[in-house]
């Protein structure tokens, strides 16, 4: 068992006082069988009343309500996770799905349907194209093979880019310009499964970055994808890395579409310019 602090730090700073609507946070890990969460710690100003509660994906989900004006916003979690994970080695798949193209089975088709929708559908013969590099259709291949190259094809053929504009690219926009972010080729992954017709999802989440010591370790706020595989369950795929998701990932929430899901979102009151300042800091290190 390993002891994880994650402080993460989000403070917008506007040209004038203004108000805020209702804001969303998406920021308290997901509890599991892999992950405990031992103390957790939300500070915020201005003044707030904040109520909890699960979504759809049972998601933790903090529902914020602001007080008064203010000209700056500022939201701090401070979390320490137990993590009882460990890398994956091998999936323990049922043998119907060892080989791809395969079925799922109908009692969990009917749950899967929303996973396997494209969330670009305009950018689906794109998509298509680029995957003849790695599956040519009515042949057989190792399920497991073949998620493993499309996502290392993906980390070795796109350029990583921190953005810190919202939302993300689009499959056809990350092929065009040969570069995104995490996100962004998190999105391309979950869309190239979802052309070959496998179930797959969003994740948000961080990441510990170790360094060659304990005082070098730090983190990010990242993104990743999961494929739904019968009888082995839901498995991530880190396309930024073109690894298996493995006990440096830490799950915030997951979602069938990539834009649900950012850690803070919200409204507000206000001139429209100029837009305000935002600041991000992660910090994700051992205990």
Same mark, same amino acid.
């Given at each position: 068992?390993?002891?994880?602090? $994650?402080?993460?730090?989000?403070?917008?700073?506007?040209?004038?006082?203004?108000?805020?609507?209702?804001?969303?946070?998406?920021?308290?890990?997901?509890?599991?069988?892999?992950?405990?969460? &031992?103390?957790? %710690?939300?500070?915020?100003?201005?003044?707030?009343? $904040?109520?909890?509660?699960?979504?759809?994906?049972?998601?933790?989900?903090?529902?914020?309500?602001?007080? +008064?004006?203010?000209?700056?916003?500022?939201?701090?979690?401070?979390?320490?996770? %137990?993590?009882? *994970?460990?890398?994956?080695?091998?999936? +323990?798949?049922?043998?119907?799905?060892?080989?791809?193209?395969?079925?799922?089975?109908?009692?969990?088709?009917?749950? =899967?349907?929303?996973?396997?929708?494209?969330?670009?559908?305009?950018?689906?013969?794109?998509?298509?194209?680029?995957?003849?590099?790695?599956?040519?259709?009515?042949?057989?291949?190792?399920?497991?093979? =073949?998620?493993?190259?499309?996502?290392?094809?993906?980390?070795?053929?796109?350029?990583?880019?921190?953005?810190? &504009?919202?939302? /993300? %690219?689009?499959?056809?926009?990350?092929?065009?310009?040969?570069?995104?972010?995490?996100?962004?080729?998190?999105? =391309?992954?979950?869309?190239?499964?979802?052309?070959?017709?496998?179930?797959?999802?969003?994740? !948000?989440?961080? =990441?510990?970055?170790? *360094?060659?010591?304990?005082?070098?370790?730090?983190?990010?706020?990242?993104?990743?994808? &999961?494929?739904?595989?019968? +009888?082995?369950?839901?498995? *991530?795929?880190? !396309?930024?890395?073109?690894?298996?998701?493995?006990?440096?990932?830490?799950?915030?929430?997951?979602?069938?579409?990539? &834009?649900?899901?950012?850690?803070?979102?919200?409204?507000?009151?206000?001139?429209?310019?100029?837009?305000?300042?935002?600041? /991000?800091?992660?910090? /994700?290190?051992?205990?």
């Amino acid at each position: 068992m390993r002891r994880i602090q $994650i402080t993460h730090n989000t403070r917008y700073e506007y040209a004038e006082a203004v108000t805020f609507k209702l804001h969303k946070l998406h920021i308290r890990p997901r509890e599991g069988h892999d992950i405990r969460i &031992e103390s957790s %710690q939300l500070t915020i100003a201005p003044d707030y009343r $904040i109520f909890w509660e699960r979504d759809i994906y049972n998601n933790s989900l903090a529902l914020v309500e602001f007080l +008064g004006k203010s000209q700056t916003l500022d939201i701090t979690s401070r979390v320490v996770v %137990q993590h009882y *994970g460990t890398p994956p080695l091998e999936f +323990g798949m049922d043998e119907s799905a060892l080989l791809y193209p395969f079925h799922y089975d109908p009692l969990e088709q009917v749950d =899967l349907i929303a996973y396997q929708m494209a969330v670009f559908p305009r950018d689906y013969p794109v998509v298509q194209q680029w995957l003849e590099k790695i599956y040519q259709p009515s042949t057989l291949n190792k399920t497991v093979s =073949l998620l493993d190259t499309l996502n290392k094809t993906i980390a070795e053929e796109f350029k990583y880019t921190a953005r810190e &504009e919202p939302g /993300v %690219q689009s499959p056809r926009q990350t092929i065009t310009l040969g570069s995104g972010s995490c996100r962004d080729l998190a999105v =391309l992954f979950i869309e190239s499964c979802r052309a070959l017709g496998l179930a797959s999802r969003f994740v !948000s989440g961080y =990441l510990l970055q170790p *360094g060659d010591g304990p005082q070098d370790q730090h983190g990010a706020t990242h993104a990743w994808s &999961e494929v739904y595989l019968p +009888g082995s369950g839901w498995w *991530g795929f880190d !396309s930024t890395s073109g690894l298996r998701v493995a006990n440096e990932h830490i799950a915030v929430a997951h979602h069938r579409h990539p &834009e649900a899901i950012p850690p803070v979102s919200g409204s507000y009151v206000g001139k429209p310019e100029p837009h305000p300042k935002m600041h /991000v800091s992660v910090e /994700v290190k051992m205990l």
